[in-house]
């Protein structure tokens, strides 16, 4: 069993909240390990990286969203449909063994597998036909009512998400629960509800966050949702066989969020962007009036920024000659690198190219990735401000951004996995193949 907690951070975890989790706790005696996330540090790619053992370049995968070709302002949402590779329940189906995966992203639509699944939390709604067999929704609906898959968490209503994160947490788990119950060799889950609560309540609990204020009345919520997290996790083990070997991954961390950074703002003032009118603050750059005979870059916001190029022959008022790629690009990478903070510090900025960082890339790849003050600062991408630092999100109030290192650790009741109390990852692959008929 994976028991995958999205956005779970190795501070809180391992260490501030660990006594506190007496289920973790047994689950993480064996030993822990750091999770380095991909490139981009992203729940899409991330979870299909893990589960397809490919880079997101060769996934072709670098977001949620990805441009499409030949227009400038429009984007398609991944789904399961572009993951090419197969899953590890895939590979396991092949081999006859029958699998149990809920929430795993991207698995809307959901596709055929040996075994059942219910989709992530890019299904639309549960009106959507979100499991397989297409039987099992009316079959979970009749005892738990409509799934829900996600929560609004980037609003102002506080107490809304509570609720909402505590509604969805306790059925997602009465449904786990249920269809432990049922036959199966492999059993993967992801409770997208941690890094929810992150992103919504992470200036309220670190006491290092610039938003963070003593004593005030949500400082406990993310410390209470762990807990509630470690209880319905142990009802649900009682659920399972004694000798189940359990993993508990996450798909990257999460720290504190200094601010934004308004990245086509900044390429507007390097004179990179060039604008008609670029509207009032907060102006999408899609309904923003851009020239684009007289643009070189533009960039699109999220946890890292994307750079794109305005390439002749590749885009539709193309500026750069394909002889000049390379050299543009390079300037630009090492202008972006020299930012610095609003105060004039210097930032751990970093600038890749997709090459770089892949064996292949495959799909709509951007020509730059930027991780701005080694994602401390989360990329904005709108404009018409009168600066590019934000101190907020500018899609909603964040408190949280991602971080490279995320959670690994291995539980077996009859084996240890361990050397000196760190997990020994050669053994836990040698082992997890035995048991599953992958060797060779």
Known sequence: MVVGLDCAAPRLLYDELLG???TFQELLSQGRAYMRSSHPPITIPAWAVMTTGKTPGELGIYGFRHRKPGVYEDFYIVNSRYVREPHIWDVLGRRGLRSIVVGVPPSYPPRPLRGLMVSDFITPGPESPYTFPPGLKAELEERFGPYIFDVPFRIEDRDRIVRGLWEMTEQHFHVLEYLAGKRWDFFMFVEIGVDRVHHAFWGYMDPGHRKYVPG???ENVIRDYYRLVDEKLASLLKRVPRDTVV????????????GAFAVNQWLAEQGYLVFEDPGRPGTDLRDARVDWSRTTAWGWGG?????FINLKGREPQGTVDPGDYEDVRDTLARE???????????WETRVYRPEELYPAVRGDPPDLMVYFDDLSWRSAGTVGW??????ENDRGPDDAVHDWLGVLAVYDPEESYTVSGT???????RVMEEAMGLEG
């Open 423 to 429: 997990v020994d990852i050669a053994r836990v692959r």
């Open 20 to 22: 506190e989790l007496p």
């Open 247 to 258: 993993m508990v991954v996450s798909d990257h961390g999460a720290k504190a969020m200094k």
């Open 303 to 307: 946890y890292y920024a994307r750079i």
């Open 336 to 346: 972006i690198e020299r930012i610095r903070g609003p105060s004039g510090e210097k």
């Open 216 to 218: 005030n009345p949500y």
């Open 386 to 391: 009168p600066s590019p630092y934000l101190e």
